[in-house]
């Protein structure tokens, strides 16, 4: 089957659930449950309905260039399908312009906007009658609304990019954000290894290759129809996590036999790779506040038959109130920390629209009161590793040095932040590792 209609129309179907309150990964996902369509279908239909999202600010201020009433006055439903075929014309260089139009005009014939067939039709083509003129939007010259318009950020997100690393990084990390992120996995190395796990992908005819800096990561090179039914995962043979955040758990260099809290832990990918580093053999404490988020981390422990991790369901900020046992009483502590998460927009489209300042303090107040609550649970001796997939200095290295600052008992052994590049594919991250003397 051609991809035509049918695809445009989920992608809209997600826009709209989006646009309601739904992450863009659920969305996708109910979505697709409702059609028969192939992996080159989903590839499309992620492709354009995530490029929506992500580029909602600059697809607005073209319906406000093509249409009388401004992108704010249009029916939502309308200005979501106006998306959907404005963003093949301006940002899908391989569908023809009049297939674009008429299957997203066959969209709205089909559909409750089958009295507005019209209106799409003509935004549509006058559309592509001002690509043709050379006729866009009039761009600022004022370099950070110039790139709030063409990367299509929110002005405060792009002038904290700017404060925090310079116009050239800030606008060069703009664009990574809307780059397609990497599909990651981790092997386990329990049950099987790397050259056995690339081998059986390879003869299933799904194009991957190791990941240079991890010993046990493999990327896919395309996008399967559902990454869950790539053979090995229930068998628990593998992860799916990104490449950054593989590069966490080692740097608390687990050893077999120890205690280890993982303290903000659910999904449960660190815990589980912390297992998978101690061949199952330390003793790891899974803690978070979500029962619903630790029923996962089970699953996930089930599936690749790891029984070192125990989950505990309690707020991290008060672990010794209820377990004075637990004073001194860890080797080491992961400190994965809530956090704005602004190091994975592009793997969440949707969540450059919903974030904001206030949002991010009320994080670092809870970031602050994590570190100073869990600290007494670790022995002397010990190490602490804190980490983040955010790349703002608040949450990372600007509180980390506050927090070694008022505490002469502990000292940072490193830090590092990775940021997203347009050529690394892969989360931004910031990890601390801190030693207590
Ligand atoms: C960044 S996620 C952790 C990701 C996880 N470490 C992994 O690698 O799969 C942060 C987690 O912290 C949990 N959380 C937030 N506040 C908490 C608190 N006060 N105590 C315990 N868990 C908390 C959230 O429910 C969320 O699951």
């Known amino acids: ?23 863009s990964d659920q969305a996708l996902e109910k979505v697709l449950k409702s059609y028969q369509f192939n992996a080159l279908d989903i590839a499309f239909i992620t492709e354009l309905s995530f490029g929506c999202i992500r580029y909602r600010k600059f697809l607005d201020r073209w319906i406000d260039h093509l249409s009388k009433i401004p992108h704010q006055k249009q029916p939502p439903k309308l200005r979501w399908l106006l998306h959907i075929g404005l963003y093949q014309l301006l940002k899908m260089d391989k569908i023809p312009f009049s297939a674009a139009i008429s299957t997203t005009v066959e969209v709205a014939k089909k559909t409750d906007l089958k009295g507005l067939t019209g209106t799409v039709n003509a935004i549509l083509r006058n559309a592509v009658r001002k690509i043709e003129q050379g006729n866009t939007p009039k761009i600022s010259s004022d370099v950070i609304e110039k790139i709030s318009y063409l990367e299509s950020f929110p002005l405060w997100l792009v002038n904290e990019l700017v404060n925090w690393f310079g116009i050239k990084d800030a606008e060069d990390l703009a664009k990574a954000f809307n780059k397609k992120p990497s599909i990651d996995l981790r092997i386990n190395p329990i049950k099987t290894d790397l050259d056995k796990f690339l081998k059986v992908l390879i003869e299933n005819n799904i194009n991957a290759e190791p990941i240079k800096s991890l010993k046990n990561g493999i990327t896919l090179n395309s996008n399967p129809r559902s990454i869950k039914n790539l053979p090995g995962y229930n068998d628990g043979l593998w992860t ?4 950054s955040s593989q590069w966490v758990a080692p740097l608390l260099n687990p050893k077999q036999g120890e205690k280890i809290l993982d303290a903000c832990a659910a999904p449960g990918s660190k815990s589980t790779h912390l297992a998978e580093l101690t061949n199952d053999n330390a003793d790891i404490l899974a803690v978070d506040r979500s029962e619903r988020r630790l029923k996962i981390i089970q699953s996930n422990l089930d599936r690749l038959n790891l029984t070192s991790v125990k989950t505990l369901k309690a707020d991290a900020t008060c672990l010794l109130d209820f377990n004075p046992n637990f004073i001194s009483h860890f080797d080491k502590i992961l400190i994965d920390a809530p956090c704005s998460g602004i190091g994975t927009l592009s793997r969440n489209p949707d969540a450059r629209w919903s974030l904001n300042k206030d949002k991010i303090k009320q994080l670092i107040i809870l970031q602050e009161r994590l570190l100073m609550s869990l600290l007494p649970l670790l022995k002397r001796g010990g190490l602490l590793v804190y980490s983040t997939c955010t790349i703002c200095p608040e949450e990372n290295n600007l509180l980390i040095n506050r927090f070694i600052e008022k505490n002469d008992e502990i000292q940072l052994d490193s830090q590092k932040q990775i940021l997203p590049k347009l050529d690394h594919h892969g989360d931004g991250f910031y990890a601390a ?4 003397k």
């Open 1 to 23: 089957m051609a991809i035509g209609y049918l695809q445009r129309k989920a992608s809209w179907e997600i826009l709209l659930k989006v646009s309601s309150g739904t992450f």
């Open 240 to 243: 799916i996590q990104d490449r």
């Open 433 to 436: 590792v801190i030693s207590y």
